[in-house]
């Protein structure tokens, strides 16, 4: 049976589920990303659709992913030049946060809730890469819902149903140096954020997410972003911030305090201010 629009009141919920960044220099960002404090799990060649091809192919990229308890940080990088690269749009215009995925229990339902209110989002797709798991590669398997490109310049938004989850959140990749135990929230910059906020809220209002003018995001982070509009901006959270904040001392990472979130400038980060701030477990 075809399924039938929901009604508002049965709207899907939506959770950040992860951010992405796409880095010019894949490797160095790695290790800015491990210096911090982060485990990253190891290179993840990406799959997917290619344009006049038939089912799924390899992609340019590859990732690696700081898995926490709640959410995760990806990074993408290009590891095989000559193959098909879907990100190619984005890196143009530059390093940093570009991708915002929320997490849904059925992509397919959560769809036919959104399709009306969010004509910006295309219908689910499955995708599929393979992953090591315990010493042998399994096949992890994820239903997405990803936005139109020429409708949301800001990033690309991302609606996951995640169908093998134990394989991504394996036990052995969420223990970080810096006690990074979940992703907290994103933040969207814009000359004129209310665009952006109409994309938010046909996605529902989503805990931790906000767009900001360029006046609010300089006057908190004591940068102007050149890329606009776009996501600038990230906090982590952290089981013991004092711990945290001993390691990037240790390690030569600077940071400044603003009131309870530690920030870490663009240039240690990846792209983009990124925040920790003391969660209880």
Known sequence: ?????????????????????????????????????????????????????????????????????????????????????PWASFMARGSGLHILALRCDSADEAYAALAADAPFLQPPVQREREVDVDGAMRLMRFRNIFSRDADCPEARYIVIEHQTPGYLWQPRYLDHDNGAVALLSATFVADDPQPIIRHLDALGRLAGVEAVDTTTFAARHGWQPSRLPGLHALTVGVLDLGHALALLETRGVPFSRDGTIAWIDPAHAGGFSMGLREVQP
């Open 1 to 85: 049976m075809a399924l039938q629009p929901v009604g508002v009141d049965t709207a899907p919920v939506l959770a950040l589920d992860h951010l992405g960044c796409i880095a010019e220099d894949f490797d160095a960002v790695a290790a800015a990303w491990e210096r911090l404090g982060f485990r990253l799990c190891p290179r993840s060649p990406q799959r997917g659709a290619v344009p006049e091809r038939e089912g799924m192919h390899p992609w340019a990229t590859s990732n690696r992913c700081a898995l926490f308890r709640r959410g995760y940080l990806e990074l993408i990088g290009i590891t095989c030049p000559g193959a098909f690269n």
